[in-house]
T-cell receptor, first 114, second 113 residues
């Protein structure tokens, strides 16, 4: 069974640009969540999607948005990039997103903003 | 909101010895406490978890203990091996979703040969 797949693995952008990251969950999983990982702030929850609807949201500005498609694949978008957006962006999936389940992470997309 | 503190930030132990990582949480309503291991270039991987109705859980060389009164939980790795070298994160959650969990700041564990 394939794991959580994130593309691309690496991205370099400049300030002011926008970026779209992609995540394919484990087959059969309907809940996809996104995390930002930085050396200074650690792992922070961005948002969770379940059945194409945003179900939970972390404390990030509106420049960070996402969506989920009918096949459960998810995309995350960051507009008007800032230097502080440089981070490893991780996607995770579960079947239903309930606390009885384990969270499976992808290897992440490393975003560098210059 | 929930806050999770993790200590130490770095830990070096001799191969074969035990390693202990400790975490405290702030919200007494937290009821789910997973531990993740992150190797270089990879995403975090769940290694063990515990729920608030259990005080201890063990899986081979790994064990987790939970003290709800003190709001402490700890990870214990016995008979450490080189492949245990990684960054370990504790986490806590009070939400119905497994996704919205609050992570500790991480512990970089190094195993000396």
């Amino acid at each position: 069974k394939a794991g959580v797949t994130q593309t691309p693995r690496y991205l370099i952008k400049t300030r002011g640009q926008q970026v779209t990251l992609s995540c394919s969950p484990i087959s059969g999983h309907r809940s996809v969540s996104w995390y930002q990982q930085t050396p200074g702030q650690g792992l922070q929850f961005l948002f969770e999607y379940f059945s194409e609807t945003q179900r939970n949201k972390g404390n990030f500005p509106g420049r960070f948005s996402g969506r989920q498609f009918s096949n459960s694949r998810s995309e995350m978008n960051v507009s008007t990039l800032e230097l502080g957006d440089s981070a490893l962006y991780l996607c995770a999936s579960t079947s239903q997103g309930s606390t009885n389940e384990k969270l499976f992470f992808g290897s992440g997309t490393q975003l560098s903003v210059l | 909101g929930e806050n999770v503190e993790q200590h130490p930030s770095t830990l070096s132990v001799q191969e074969g010895d035990s390693a202990v990582i400790k975490c405290t949480y702030s919200d007494s309503a937290s009821n789910y406490f997973p531990w993740y291991k992150q190797e270089l270039g990879k995403g975090p991987q769940l290694i063990i978890d515990i729920r608030s109705n259990v005080g201890e859980k063990k899986d081979q060389r790994i064990a987790v203990t939970l003290n709800k009164t003190a709001k402490h939980f700890s990870l214990h790795i016995t008979e450490t091996q080189p492949e245990d070298s990684a960054v370990y994160f504790c986490a806590a959650s009070i939400y119905s979703s497994a996704s919205k969990i609050i992570f500790g700041s991480g512990t970089r564990l190094s195993i000396r040969p």
